[in-house]
C-alpha cells in the first residue's frame, strides 16, 4: 500500500526574544502550508518560536513562561494540520531544548535535544539539560522521528528512531553559516540517511542575529544519501515536498536546484548580516566613511544591497596624505551607487590637534601617534553625524587587519558594525570582482591599487605588513585550523614572519575586545568563536622569548608598527 505526506519546510526568520512576533509568523506560515500547500505537515526551525540563540534570556523565568503561553496559544489556534514546533521546555529536572508534533489542540508528540553544542557559537549546556529518549510519531500511518540539529551530527539519535521503526526523520536546526558548511552538512546528512535507508528533511533557520547568520539551505535527502531538494538560501521560503512510501522504500521527488558559488553565499551572508542588524535593532540608515580604498568600497556596495541607496550616507575624510585619486574613486563608487555623500576635510581639526599637543610632544618625533590621530579625528567627525542623524556608522576593516592589529582603536575601529569584520583581506579582492560582475559599480583602479591607509606620505600596507596572499595564508592556518607556529613554518613559510604574525596575534586582543559586533563567516570568528584572555602568560612560539619581544618590539600600546621595528620591512 503507498502513502503519501505533504511536508512544508518552513524556512523562517524570527527574531530572538520577540515572541509575539515569532508566534504571529508561526501561525502565518501554517495557515498558508495548509491551505495554499495542501500540506499534511509543517516543520518550523529550532528553537523557532523564541528565536536562535536566545542565550541568557533564558535565564529568565518571564521569558520562559511567555514562550510556554505562545505556545499554548499556537496548539490552540492551528487546526487541519500536523506542526513540529520548537521552543523551550521547563521541567522539574531543568530546562530541555524541545521539539513538539501538535494537532488540533494535541501534543502528539515531544522530543528532546540530546546532543548540546557548547563550542564555538554555541553555549546550550549553560542553559539546558540534555534529553535522553528518541521519539517516533505516526503521521498518517507513517512513523515519522523528530531529531534536533547536532543530534544528527551523531549516529545515535537517527539510529534510536530507526530501531522504533520510524521511515522518516524531520529536523528543526539553527544551524549557522560558514564557509562550506552546505557541504559539510550534505556529507553528514547523506551518511545518515544511507546508513538508516531513511529520507531526512532537515529545516534550517535563515536571518541573522547578533553578526550570527543562519544561511537557511533547508533540503530533503533520500533513502539513498542524495539530496532531491533543497529551499534555497538567505531567503525566507516556505518550501513543500511530497514524500511518498510504500512496504518497500520510500520516494523524495528529485527537483534539480543549484548550489550558489562561494562568492556569492559569501556576499549575501553578509548583505543578510547586515540588513537584519540594522532593521531587528531598528535603525533605518548608516553613514560611512569613504576612503578612495577597496575596503570601504566594498563595504558600501554591501550596505547599499542591504538597506538601499536612499538608507546609506557616504562621507569622504581627507587629510593632507590623501591623493587625489582617491577622493576621484571615492566620489566615482559614491556616484555609481546612488548614495549621498559629502567631503569634509579633517585638516582643521589635525592642525588643531597638533597645534594643541605642541608643548607636551617637544623634542619628540612623529610616530604612529600623529598617524592615530588622524583615524581618530575622522571617528569623532562620523561618530557626530550618527548623533545628529540617527545613522549607524559602519567601521570598513577587514580580518587580517583586525588579526594583526592594523587598525586605530577609537579611530577606523569606532562604529556600530563591521560588516568585513570576518572577511579576509584576499576575500575583500574576491568580493569586489564578484559584486563587479553583477553590476561593474566599484571602480577598477580602487581594486588594482596597493592597499593604503594614507595616514602618512608614500605609505603603503606592505611597508609594514607582508603582502596579504602570504598574510591570510598564515591567519588561515593559525586561526582555522589552530595549526602550531612550527606546524605552518614546516608547510613553508619564513618562520620570523610566522612568530612575529602570532604573537601579533595575541598581542592585540586587547583591539578586538573592543571591536565592533561583525558578520560571522568564519568558523573561528573574533568573538564568540575565539575567546582567549587579555591577561595571560602564553608563548605561542617557543624560539623566541615572548617577554623579551614585547620590550624590544613594543606594539602593545601602540596601533602599528614603527619602521625601524618592522620585522616585514627589508
Known amino acids: 500500500m503507498t502513502k503519501k505526506l505533504r511536508v512544508a519546510l518552513a524556512e523562517i526568520n524570527p527574531i530572538v526574544g520577540d515572541i509575539e512576533y515569532n508566534l504571529k509568523k508561526h501561525l502565518a506560515a501554517a495557515e498558508r502550508a495548509r491551505d495554499e500547500l495542501k500540506a499534511d505537515i509543517i516543520v518550523f526551525p529550532e528553537l523557532s518560536l523564541t528565536g536562535y540563540p536566545p542565550e541568557d534570556l533564558l535565564l529568565r523565568p518571564s521569558f520562559i513562561q511567555s514562550a510556554h503561553e505562545a505556545l499554548n496559544e499556537f496548539i490552540a489556534k492551528t487546526k487541519n494540520i500536523y506542526c513540529v514546533i520548537n521552543h523551550p521546555h ?11 508534533l501538535i494537532f488540533n489542540g494535541t501534543i502528539l508528540g515531544r522530543y528532546h535535544k540530546q546532543h548540546l553544542p557548547n563550542y564555538g557559537v554555541f553555549d546550550e549546556n549553560r542553559y539546558f539539560i540534555a534529553g535522553t529518549t528518541p521519539c517516533v510519531v505516526p503521521i ?11 543530534d544528527l551530527w551523531f549516529p545515535g539519535p537517527v539510529q534510536q528512531a530507526a530501531s522504533l521503526g520510524a521511515r522518516l526523520i524531520l529536523s528543526p536546526n539553527a544551524s549557522p553559516f560558514e564557509m562550506n558548511k552546505h557541504e559539510q552538512r550534505v556529507d553528514m546528512l547523506s551518511k545518515r540517511a544511507k546508513i538508516n535507508r531513511m529520507p531526512i528533511v532537515y529545516v534550517n533557520q535563515v536571518g541573522a542575529q547578533d553578526g550570527i547568520v543562519f544561511d537557511g539551505g533547508s533540503m530533503v535527502i533520500d533513502e539513498q544519501g542524495v539530496v532531491a531538494e533543497c ?12 514524500i511518498e512510501i510504500t512496504t518497500a522504500e520510500t520516494k523524495v521527488a528529485s527537483i534539480p536546484f543549484e548550489v550558489p558559488h562561494k562568492n556569492k553565499r559569501m556576499y549575501d551572508a553578509l548583505v543578510l548580516g547586515l540588513r537584519d542588524y540594522i532593521h531587528k535593532n531598528h535603525f533605518s540608515s548608516v553613514v560611512l566613511g569613504l576612503s578612495g580604498g577597496v575596503d570601504s568600497a566594498l563595504t558600501l556596495a554591501i550596505a547599499v544591497d542591504a538597506l538601499g541607496a536612499k538608507n546609506v550616507h557616504a562621507v569622504i575624510l581627507p587629510s593632507r596624505y590623501t591623493a587625489d585619486i582617491s577622493i576621484k574613486d571615492a566620489l566615482l563608487i559614491a556616484k555609481n551607487l546612488n548614495v549621498t555623500h559629502e567631503i569634509i576635510s579633517i585638516e582643521p581639526a589635525y592642525e588643531a590637534f597638533l597645534n594643541s599637543l605642541a608643548p607636551s610632544f617637544k623634542n619628540k618625533e612623529k610616530n ?10 575622522r571617528a569623532v567627525i562620523l561618530m557626530a553625524l550618527s548623533n545628529k542623524f540617527g545613522q549607524l556608522v559602519l567601521t570598513t576593516g577587514n580580518r587580517s587587519e583586525l588579526a594583526v592589529g592594523y587598525c586605530t582603536i577609537y579611530g577606523d575601529m569606532a562604529g556600530g558594525y563591521a560588516v568585513l569584520k570576518d572577511v579576509l583581506k584576499t576575500e575583500v579582492y574576491e568580493l569586489c570582482h564578484y559584486r563587479n560582475e553583477i553590476q561593474s559599480v566599484i571602480p577598477t583602479r580602487i581594486i588594482e591599487r596597493p592597499p593604503t591607509a594614507e595616514l602618512a606620505e608614500n605609505q603603503k600596507d606592505e611597508d609594514t605588513l607582508p603582502p596579504y596572499a602570504i598574510l591570510d595564508e598564515i591567519l588561515k592556518l593559525y586561526l582555522n585550523e589552530s595549526l602550531s607556529p612550527d606546524d605552518i613554518i614546516a608547510k613553508g613559510f619564513d618562520a620570523d614572519v610566522v612568530a612575529k604574525i602570532v604573537k601579533l596575534i595575541h598581542r592585540n586582543e586587547y583591539k578586538r575586545s573592543q571591536a565592533a559586533i561583525g558578520t560571522r563567516i568564519n568558523l573561528k570568528s573574533f568573538g564568540k568563536d575565539w575567546r582567549y584572555p587579555l591577561t595571560n602568560g602564553f608563548a605561542p612560539t617557543k624560539d623566541i622569548d615572548f617577554e623579551q619581544e614585547m620590550k624590544e618590539w613594543d606594539v602593545t600600546l601602540n596601533d ?8 616585514f620591512k627589508k
Open 560 to 567: 602599528g608598527l614603527d619602521d625601524d621595528d618592522n620585522p
Open 368 to 377: 604612529l601617534t600623529e598617524e592615530n590621530i588622524q583615524a581618530r579625528i
Open 90 to 100: 521547563l521541567t522539574s529536572s531543568g530546562l530541555l531544548n524541545s521539539s513538539s
Open 140 to 150: 498518517h500511518g507513517i512513523p515519522v522521528g523528530l531529531v534536533i540539529c547536532e
Open 231 to 242: 529551499a534555497g538560501f538567505f531567503n525566507e521560503h516556505l518550501h513543500l515536498t511530497e
